[in-house]
């Protein structure tokens, strides 16, 4: 139901832009969301958006690098990553179905396979 692309090998300082495209569903009225699991470590939420696009939310660790977006007509989300560090490095997944705005995983009942970005210093 979600694919996610747009993952590759980019130097620090750079930029990216994941995509997630929702098929056979089209979350109406749900957030939507990107997570993100570096190796070793638990899942981490890197932002989320409502159904309107009017809300998002996100961590400090990202805040004012990522921008998260939805194209409605398209029924595709964006990551917008800016100034990439080296700590960004993780297998990033997108995920929809959740009710209110959220950070945990478990409360989005839908992923995406994961897209990996690599930050080379």
């Known amino acids: 139901q979600l694919q996610a692309s747009g993952g590759g090998l980019v130097q620090a300082g750079g930029s990216l832009r994941l995509s997630c495209a929702a098929s056979g569903r089209t979350f109406s009225g749900y957030f939507m969301g990107w997570f993100r699991q570096a190796p070793g470590k638990e899942r981490e939420f890197v932002a989320s958006i409502s159904w309107s696009g009017g809300s998002t939310y996100y961590p400090d660790s990202v805040k004012g690098r990522f921008t998260i977006s939805r194209d409605i007509a398209k029924n595709t989300m964006y990551l917008q990553m800016n100034s990439l560090k080296p700590e960004d490095t993780a297998v990033y997944y997108c995920?929809?179905?959740?009710?209110?705005?959220?950070?945990?995983?478990?409360?989005?009942?839908?992923w995406g396979q994961g897209t990996q970005l690599t930050v080379s210093s």
């Open positions: 995920a929809g179905g959740s009710e209110y705005y959220d950070r945990r995983p478990e409360k989005y009942n839908a």
